[in-house]
Nanobody, 124 residues
Framework: QVQLIESGGGLVQAGGSLRLSCTAS????????MGWFRQAPGKEGEFVAA????????SYADSVKGRFTVSRGNAKNTLYLQMNSLNPEDTAVYYC?????????????????WGQGTQVTVSS
């Protein structure tokens, strides 16, 4: 059984930064493509960022491009999302997800495992 565990969420003022982390129990993240998604209250979930298994290729939603950076730890077994210049529209529950098949994806249904999420709240 794979469990993805997110951490690093919290309350931050607009313009501030947070770094989310994602680790796994029951399975290593090494060799898997990973993604971050988020869901704001009353809204559909949306893609945020993705990174391939080597950490060489990334993809970002237009709304976060230039402000968020997705990366993998040195041992490749931790996933990060560095979020800068946060604004209230970034308030959401953020989820990391693991994709077993080749290639990065922006589509939630193409991911196989999901974490429980971590709340990010940005105050104005």
């Amino acid at each position: 059984q794979v469990q993805l565990i997110e951490s690093g969420g919290g309350l931050v003022q607009a313009g501030g930064s947070l770094r989310l982390s994602c680790t796994a129990s029951g399975r290593t993240l090494i060799g898997n493509n990973m993604g971050w998604f988020r869901q704001a209250p009353g809204k559909e979930g949306e893609f945020v960022a993705a990174v391939d298994w080597r950490g060489a290729f990334t993809s970002y939603a237009d709304s976060v491009k230039g402000r968020f950076t997705v990366s993998r730890g040195n041992a490749k077994n931790t996933l990060y999302l560095q979020m800068n210049s946060l604004n209230p529209e970034d308030t959401a529950v953020y989820y990391c997800a693991l994709r077993r098949t080749l290639g990065i994806s922006t589509v939630a249904t193409q991911y196989d495992y999901w974490g429980q999420g971590t709340q990010v709240t940005v105050s104005s």
